[in-house]
């Protein structure tokens, strides 16, 4: 992957071949546009640290999160992130359930996301308490 230039799409989100583990949500971070790649860098981190072993993958052009213990081809996923022209959009699955409710709705009722912009100011330990409970929440099939 590294000898190949990455394509961004629509709104600016890599194209990023579909894969299982930590290798390919590292190339979709350091592929994501300006800003962004700093800021996801440092919150899937947070991610590691709040769940240790989650299940990554990236899947249409999206990182997902899931719970640990799946084996090499996870099926079942909590979060992912989407990247977009002015922001980051964290979608928690079951994020309806979560303490408190993150703040943007969703079409789906219980899926409920957060958008990360530029000049914001993520607070880590809040991040970090969604995670934690997103994961320990019935995961999506996909």
């Given amino acids: 992957m590294a000898d190949r230039k990455v394509v961004l799409l629509s709104g600016g989100n890599p194209q990023i071949p579909k894969g299982y583990g930590d290798a390919p949500v590292k190339a979709y971070i350091a592929a994501m546009p300006g800003w962004k790649s700093d800021v996801w860098k440092r919150l899937d981190r947070l991610i590691e640290q709040a769940v240790p072993g989650a299940a990554k993958a990236v899947k249409w052009n ?12 996870p099926t079942r996923w909590f ?10 959009k964290v979608a928690f699955f079951r994020g309806q359930s979560l303490k408190p409710v993150p703040p943007v709705a969703s079409k789906s009722g219980d899926t409920r996301y957060f958008h990360i912009h530029e000049d914001d ?15 320990a929440l019935p995961a999506e099939t996909m």
């Fill in 62 to 73: 999206s990182p997902l999160y899931g719970p640990p213990g799946q084996g090499e081809e």
């Fill in 79 to 88: 979060m992912s992130i989407h990247c977009f022209e002015r922001y980051i």
């Fill in 121 to 135: 100011k993520v607070d880590a330990a809040a991040f970090a308490d969604w995670v934690k409970q997103a994961a």
